[in-house]
């Protein structure tokens, strides 16, 4: 199963998988050193952070470095395309959770095999 982006000027009330809102908190000064070098030199001018829903529920920041154990690191994901039909790279693996891709506006299946509701 795949799902669809869906793109929200706010977040919705009750979310679902492929919901994607802004997340004006990651402009906060505690956070900017969590968003992207690309979104920050890139993107911050014309849009705030987006934040989508992956399949399992998990809130996955597009705008954002990686991050494991409470710490972030690297440069984030490369970020094509305009909202809601971004595709990134690489992959996004919220372990144990969901392992997949965004690609042309569309969350893939869990590319470990699990299945969602």
Not at 29 to 53: D, G, I, N, T, W
Request: net charge neutral; glycine share 10%.
């Amino acid at each position: 199963m795949s799902w669809p982006i869906r793109l929200h000027t706010e977040r919705p009330e009750r979310p679902h998988v492929g919901d994607m809102f802004p997340a004006p908190h990651w402009l906060d000064p505690a956070c900017l050193k969590k968003l992207s070098p690309a979104y920050l030199a890139e993107r911050r001018q014309k849009r705030q952070p987006l934040v989508v829903v992956l399949p399992g529920g998990a809130y996955f920041c597009i705008d954002c470095r990686a991050w494991s154990e409470g710490k972030s690191y690297g440069d984030g994901w490369t970020v094509t395309g305009e909202p809601p039909n971004v595709t990134l790279s690489p992959s996004i693996n919220i372990i144990g959770h969901y392992h997949g891709w965004i690609q042309n506006g569309v969350i893939t299946d869990d590319c470990e095999g699990r299945t969602f509701a």
